[in-house]
């Protein structure tokens, strides 16, 4: 694949200009790694917090979809779209009301999402048994499979931190990584 031969000029020009704010990427990072570690040294507000950021998100969604079922020309389509964003919103406002309830359920979905897809990584994994490689990917189902089956048997009690740990290390992490670009983007 060729690149227009003033592909490479723009990348210099961002790289540049993404250089000259190294500093910047370092500050955001140490501020992630700070609301990181407050988040881990209270993990039940942080869980809290992260059902309030789930529960707008599907506040708004379901504001847009009732919105948009007033701009489709049927009125199926319309009721579909309607019953959608009535969902979506009444789903968003229980979180809002009950957060205890609401991180109880993301917990159990993300308990059966990580066990389906340690079972599926494990049958590909197999699946694919004589390349090279396969092993990496039953091992990687194993560990997320019983995470999974963890999350699961410590549910409904574990939903009051589980959610905050994984924003907690989502937010070192991201930081971490902020952190390194700005140091690589400095040299």
Do not use: C
Not at 37 to 44: D, E, M, R, V
Not at 141 to 152: F, K, N, P
């Amino acid at each position: 694949m060729t690149l227009p031969s003033e592909m490479p000029e723009v990348l210099k020009d961002a790289i540049g200009d993404a250089r000259s704010k190294w500093g910047w990427f370092v500050a955001l990072g140490v501020l992630l790694l700070i609301f990181g570690g407050i988040a881990f040294g209270n993990l039940f507000i942080a869980t809290v917090a992260s059902v309030y950021v789930v529960g707008s998100l599907m506040l708004m969604a379901g504001v847009i979809e009732i919105a948009h079922a007033f701009g489709v020309k049927s009125w199926s389509n319309f009721f579909w779209w309607l019953g959608s964003g009535l969902l979506y919103a009444i789903a968003g406002f229980l979180a809002f009301y009950n957060p205890l309830l609401a991180s109880a359920v993301l917990t159990f979905l993300l308990a059966v999402s990580l066990v389906a897809s340690g079972i599926l990584r494990l049958w590909l994994g197999f699946k694919s048994r004589p390349a090279a490689g396969w092993g990496w990917l039953v091992a990687a189902g194993v560990v997320t499979a019983l995470a999974g089956l963890i999350i699961a048997l410590g549910w409904p009690v574990n939903s009051l931190w589980v959610l905050g740990m994984f924003l907690a290390i989502d937010l070192i992490f991201q930081g971490w990584t902020f952190i390194a670009f700005g140091l690589a983007l400095r040299k």
